[in-house]
């Protein structure tokens, strides 16, 4: 397919309605291996250049804004990095999430908001990172009038877990 056909098909894909029709669909006609009951978010990016490098299983849910990428190059088709993305059946991406190159999600996974996966998930795994917690008490506020420098200063020791 040529490839601004598919670029076209790519951000169409991207904010049309049918998450669980149209999105897919879309993404099947640029090349993308896609199976059945796929949900596929708002703002999805999907690899523009190798579409085909990425499979999708049965009954999977691609959170929104997730990006999907199979290829990093430098310069003018200078390969970094190419590779296929597999997504085993029964799989669910939360928001956010960034998929690169190489990476095979394991089937039953669930991929917590937020992830970047750059090595393979094992299969039916909770795979993200550790829970968010306290680094700091700020004892000034970060605004426009303090600024950033003056926030930094401000910081002080945990006292709560």
Known sequence: MHRLFGAGLSRVAMICPGGDSVRPQLHRWRGAR???????????????????????????????????????????????????VVIEDDVFI??????????????GSVIQAGTVVTRSVPPRTLWGPPEAGVLAEASTP?????????????LRPPTIR
């Open 34 to 84: 896609i199976g059945n009951k796929v949900w596929i978010g708002l703002f999805v990016y999907i690899d523009e250049l190798h579409p085909e490098a990425l499979s999708i299983g049965n009954n999977c849910t691609i959170g929104i804004r997730t990006s999907i990428i199979t290829h990093f190059y430098w310069g003018p088709r200078q390969a970094a990095s190419n590779g296929p």
């Open 94 to 107: 939360g928001p956010h999430c960034v998929i690169l190159p190489n990476v095979r999600v394991g089937a």
């Open 142 to 154: 970060l605004t426009a009038n303090t600024g950033y420098l003056t926030f930094l200063r401000g």
